[in-house]
């Protein structure tokens, strides 16, 4: 089956999903045929299992998010757009992978951040804290391994971690803001870009005095575009 077909057919199943009032056995059937088509051909190609992992749940959260608005189309065929990058990354279909990739975890990583910030704080926060920090170590560790020239599996390791430290910290600090959850997910998700190339220009010997200026007036201008655009509601 071409990599076309089977996105589409995934597409279908999570229409399915949300047609059927995400019950749990849709969302099985979604999750085990979406799997069965990823893993085939066995053991060929270069597998994300943990990009895609994430990619079957925050597709069906998120569609349960905006089920019912003029959103549902387009987040739909955006999670299918992430499915049909990550089955050609595994099968080898596209030539500059890593870059594919990256887009392809900037919308997990904006899905992840929108579904953490809707859900409050109420209930289990720290749960679904931590399992953000797992989804960001997973994301990053993946994405590194997957360029070209970077294969050091060691630092991969290391660099992942402290990725993954350093979006806890930020994000502990966003979730007390009050500034709404898309302008969180927003400035959570420019943290993600700046720190992932800084990351690849560390890793490739790029940086420089002039890289670490641009990159700060580039961070800073648009975190102050996202605090100014912000609808702030500070609760008394």
């Known amino acids: 089956m071409s990599l076309y077909l089977k996105t589409l057919v995934v597409g279908f199943l999570l229409w399915s999903v949300s047609w059927r009032d995400f019950q749990t056995i849709p969302i099985l059937f979604f999750a085990v045929i979406a799997a ?3 893993i085939r051909p066995f053991f060929d190609g270069y597998y994300t299992w ?5 990619f079957l749940i925050v597709s069906i959260l998120g569609l349960k998010i905006v089920f019912g608005s003029i959103l549902f189309w387009p987040v739909l065929f955006l999670f299918l757009a992430v499915f049909y990058l990550l089955l050609g990354i595994k099968d080898y279909f596209f030539v500059k992978r890593a870059r594919l990739y990256f ?23 720290f749960l679904k804290f931590g399992l953000v920090i797992l989804a960001s170590f997973i994301l990053f560790k993946e994405w590194l391994a997957i360029i ?9 390791f290391i660099a992942a971690s402290v990725a993954a430290f350093l979006v806890a910290q930020l994000l502990w600090v ?17 943290f ?4 992932a190339d800084f990351l690849l220009k560390h890793f490739t010997g790029a940086i420089s005095r002039k890289f670490i200026f641009q990159h700060s007036v580039f961070f800073l201008a ?3 575009l996202i605090f100014w655009t912000s609808e702030w509601t500070l609760n008394i």
């Open 36 to 38: 069965i088509f990823y």
């Open 50 to 54: 943990g990009a895609f992992l994430i």
């Open 103 to 125: 887009v392809s975890i900037l919308i997990l990583f904006y899905s992840v951040f929108i579904i953490f910030f809707l859900a409050g704080k109420s209930e289990f926060f």
């Open 148 to 156: 070209p020239s970077f294969h050091f599996p060691q630092r991969e």
């Open 174 to 190: 966003v979730a007390l803001l009050p500034i709404g959850f898309i302008s969180s997910a927003n400035l959570m998700l420019l």
């Open 192 to 195: 993600i870009f700046s720190l």
């Open 222 to 224: 648009l975190s102050a």
